[in-house]
């Protein structure tokens, strides 16, 4: 004979069973969307400048931000020059930095690079 009682328990276990089965994926799935969040907001924003003409003939200005990170500096330095050289290969020449500014040391703050570079021929 079917027994109701047991039956319904049974399946209240079953179910029990079920959703302690889905937990562990919910909660890897927060973890998981947290410790992207947490990562995207130490990488920051980074803005560059335009390139710029300088008093001096010849010698250009570029300057880079980033927040976020230990690393920012790093990162607004990278930015910098690589504008600086972009700017001379689109000219059919290469970069030389004379002159490098940095600013920013503290975590979460803005760390800034300001490159002055001359534009030379390719050889």
Aim: charged share 20%; glycine share 6%; with cysteine.
């Amino acid at each position: 004979m079917f027994n109701t009682v047991s039956d319904h328990r049974l399946d209240r276990e079953r179910a029990s069973v079920a959703q302690q089965r889905r937990r562990p994926l919910f909660s890897r799935g927060r973890s998981l969307i947290a410790a992207v969040s947490a990562c995207a907001s130490l990488v920051g924003c980074i803005s560059t400048t335009d390139v710029a003409a300088t008093d001096k003939p010849g010698i250009y200005t570029v300057a880079a931000s980033a927040t976020g990170g230990r690393m920012a500096w790093a990162r607004a330095h990278e930015h910098a020059v690589n504008e600086a050289r972009d700017y001379c290969e689109r000219r059919g020449m290469q970069s030389s930095v004379t002159t490098e500014t940095v600013s920013g040391v503290q975590m979460m703050s803005e760390h800034a690079s300001s490159v002055n570079f001359e534009c030379h021929p390719k050889f």
